[in-house]
């Protein structure tokens, strides 16, 4: 077996917790000290979704040095390497305008475009370069070696490029996906198409949920839902119940149980496509093709964006204004408009940090608060 075809093989045997779509080409990049870390982060319980984030940037990260350099990334990388990555990713458009030299070579970015790994033009998001080099500097770390990832020159190089090219700073989202947009988006689903009814059970469920991320309602299974009594109203009925046990999220301990509620029409809405897609152990949320066969594999995180962006263009909105984070936002913004307190909401969001889920809530006083209507 050649060493290409080996790791292959190791990188199947982490694909259930690790889903790798292009698998054959990260075999041909990833070196076998790289599968090897990655198989004892999967044995050591590093989450799912911090796994596949740490994958993608190395496998980046080694196809950038072999494009650049000729050779696989260096363990400990001397500060130059440092040094060029950051120059070739981060410069400014209008140098490279009058430059061609200026910023990542021509040649380099055509071979990363060739293999996928660059689909737009122009440089990098900082956040993204620190997020690449923060991945480098743990996986030295990992092998035993201590880089020069905090050394003053990049630290240097890093506040002078942003100064240099300042971006303004967006939301994942443009819009949140207010109960308003929601409603619009519902209107689009009908209740005999089997596509439908899954797209109606995933907008309510994300939103209701308290705004949950994308990867947790691509990867939500049967087994982590639980009935619970029916809620009474005032009108004397009752609401169905149930709970939705996180495990171990991003914002969560390793050891901790996150916990969420459902009630009423988000439970129906769950229930219905649970029934008709005859699922009663496994994902929850999966794909359904133009014949309307359901597939035992979970739905790819990026489907529930799709999702979104596609019932946005059939309610008549502008797709490109809104993604599946739109729901996690306008979860904490319509509660806000509601005005349910922020530590309910939170509960609920599981947001953390105050300061991060506060901001909604302030951008909702401020829209609707007397100093924005002192001319009415």
Known sequence: MSAVHRRAHDLDTIAAVLPLERRDELAELLTDQDIETLSHLVNGGMGANTLRALTSDLAYLQAWSLAATGRSLPWPAPEALLLKFVAHHLWDPQKRAADSHHGMPIEVEQTLRSQGFRKTSGPHAPDTVRRRLATWSTLTKWRGFDGAFASPALKSAIRLAVRATPRPRKRR??????????????????????????????????????????????????????????????????????????????????????????????????????????IDAGSIFRKVDRWGNVSHRPLDPKAVNDVVKQRAAMAGLDPREFSAHGLRSGYLTEAANRGIPLPEAMEQSRHRSVQQASSYYNSATRRSGRAARLID
């Not at 929601?182 to 469920?205: F, G, H, P, Y």
């Not at 309602?217 to 149930?242: C, D, F």
Request: overall charge neutral; some cysteine.
């Open 173 to 278: 989202s443009a819009k949140a996906v207010t109960g308003d947009v929601l409603a619009k988006l519902l209107a689009t689903c009908s209740t005999d198409r089997l596509r439908d009814i899954r797209d109606r059970a995933i907008l309510m469920v994300a939103f209701a949920s308290g705004g949950r991320r994308r990867s947790e309602i691509a990867g939500l299974r049967k087994e982590q839902l639980t009935t619970e009594p029916a809620i009474e109203v005032e009108n004397g009925s009752a609401l169905s119940s149930l709970a939705i046990h996180l495990g171990r999220t991003k914002t969560s301990g390793a050891d901790h149980d996150e916990v969420v509620y459902l009630t009423g029409q988000p439970v129906e809405a769950l229930n219905a496509w649970l029934a008709a897609a005859k």
